[in-house]
Structure formats: structure tokens, C-alpha cells
């Protein structure tokens, strides 16, 4: 990654994470020990090629170290020039304004989609307050939203949605109704199901900027077409009106990853 961006590293903004005891030989337990920041972030730069890091995020919400320490450190960073802005990702509202209180929190990655609008209740009027963005992961609902995915299709390991409880026979059946609404409303907008999923989301807040995941170049035109495309206020009312009706089943992470998501 450091060497195709660095021909072009002051046209683009470079976002990264720390938080996960990778270095240690510990990928899935949490850490953000301060030592370990200032690992993480060294370890960045010099793979990126780069002395500074645009966006640092804390992969998740360490509750053995005080969120205060941790704002601390980061904003230590900034100081020294090494990090440009920081940002939480799965932060509870409690958690993202005694971050804020220390350094200020530029975004918040959260899950966030219209198989998962959970955020909505949780942090957006905290996010509108402190004027901080939200960067939505899996904003296509793991695929769902774009079609691809078929009632009757079935996932194995490490296909990630095998172990979650939204993509079970039973609740993948029952969730298609979600499909469904998505291609009504992307043929009466003329675009794909991938880019109404996004326009739905860039239409809500300004805000809001979603990273869809993908390996294919084709994908990312596509994806990049949703940002020709708007709903009016009435089509959003219009659309939550028609969401109404559906209720999806099954939950979005496994109990693992669960219990690492800040409450």
C-alpha cells in the first residue's frame, strides 16, 4: 500500500487503526495501551511509507484503559505531527464525548446500513452535536443490498457472514423482503441496488461518508455513481414509510465480536 500511494501520498488521505494486540501476537484481544499506540502508529508509517497518518482510528473501545489516556496519547501525536486527526470506530455515545473532551473526534466508524440502522438511536444526535462524521462500514449490508445474494445461497468459513446470525437459512430467507424494497426503489431512481443503498445513506446527513468494500474496479465506478444521485425529503419519507413494514431477522455480529462492541 506504501509504495503505490506513495507517487501520489498529497492526493490522498490515508486512514488507519490501532487497538488489536496484532504485534503482540494477540490479533483478537483488544489493546490500546499507550505503548502500544505509539507501536502501532510507528509500524504504519514506515510501511506506509509515510511520516504522517490522516485518520487514526481506535479499532474498538479498550475498557481496561481509560478513555482519557487513550485520547491522550493520540492527541500527543498530533502534536508531534505523526497523526492529522482521530477517530473511534463502534464507540458508544458515552465513550465518543469523553474522547471528544480530550482531543477532538473528527469521525466514528460504525456498522451502518439498511440492514443494520442501529446507530440512528445510539449516537447520531451525539455526532450532530459535536459536529463529528460518521463513517459507515458494510454500508451494502454485507452484499445483501446489491442482489447478489440469493434466499437459498449458504455461507461457509472464513466467508465472514457464516457465523453471523442475519445470514442463517432461516433469517436470510425472511430478510430478502430487504432486497426486494432496494430494487423497487433503485428502479424507480434509475440506479443499481448498490448505489441506492448508498444514495439512501448520503441523502440523510451531510455527514455521512460510507466505505463500500471491494476488490473490483467495475464495483468501485459503480459505487462512485451514487454520488450523482439524491432522494428528496418526500422520497426519504416516502421510502421510511415502505421500510416500516419490514422486519428483519437475526443479529448483525456473532456473540464475540458482540462483546467487543462498546455499550
Not at 506504501?2 to 488521505?13: C, F, H, I, N, S
Not at 489493546?31 to 504522517?52: F, Y
Request: aromatic fraction near 6%; charged fraction near 30%.
Amino acid at each position: 500500500m506504501g509504495k503505490a500511494l506513495k507517487p501520489v501520498r498529497d492526493k490522498v488521505k490515508i486512514a488507519t487503526k490501532f487497538g488489536f494486540g496484532v504485534e503482540e501476537g494477540q490479533p483478537t484481544t483488544l489493546n490500546s495501551e499507550p505503548s502500544h499506540i505509539r507501536r502501532a502508529v510507528e509500524g504504519s508509517l514506515k510501511r506506509l511509507q509515510t511520516d504522517h497518518i490522516d485518520l487514526l482510528y481506535q479499532h474498538r473501545v479498550d475498557p481496561k484503559i481509560p478513555m482519557e489516556e487513550v485520547a491522550g496519547t493520540v492527541k500527543d501525536l498530533i502534536r508531534e505531527g505523526k497523526v492529522l486527526h482521530f477517530g473511534l470506530s463502534e464507540a458508544s455515545a458515552k465513550s465518543i464525548r469523553r474522547a471528544h473532551a480530550v482531543c477532538p473526534v473528527s469521525a466514528v466508524q460504525s456498522e451502518y446500513s439498511l440492514i443494520w440502522r442501529e446507530p440512528e438511536t445510539k449516537i447520531f444526535s451525539t455526532l450532530e452535536e459535536l459536529g463529528i462524521g460518521l463513517v459507515p462500514y458494510c454500508p451494502l449490508g454485507r452484499a445483501l443490498l446489491t442482489g447478489a445474494i440469493k434466499a437459498h445461497d449458504r455461507f461457509k468459513k472464513p466467508d465472514r457472514r457464516a457465523t453471523l446470525p442475519m445470514f442463517t437459512p432461516k433469517a436470510l430467507k425472511h430478510n430478502m423482503q430487504i432486497v426486494d424494497l432496494v430494487e423497487k426503489w433503485a428502479k424507480r431512481k434509475n440506479v443499481t441496488p448498490a448505489q441506492f443503498a448508498l444514495v439512501w445513506m448520503l441523502s440523510e446527513q451531510p455527514w455521512i461518508v460510507p466505505i463500500p468494500g471491494t476488490t473490483s474496479i467495475k464495483h468501485l465506478d459503480e459505487f462512485l455513481g451514487a454520488m450523482r444521485v439524491r432522494l428528496s425529503t418526500d422520497e426519504l419519507q416516502a421510502f421510511e414509510k415502505d421500510y416500516a413494514k419490514i422486519h428483519l431477522m437475526g443479529h448483525r455480529a456473532d456473540e464475540f465480536t458482540e462483546s467487543q462492541i462498546d455499550k
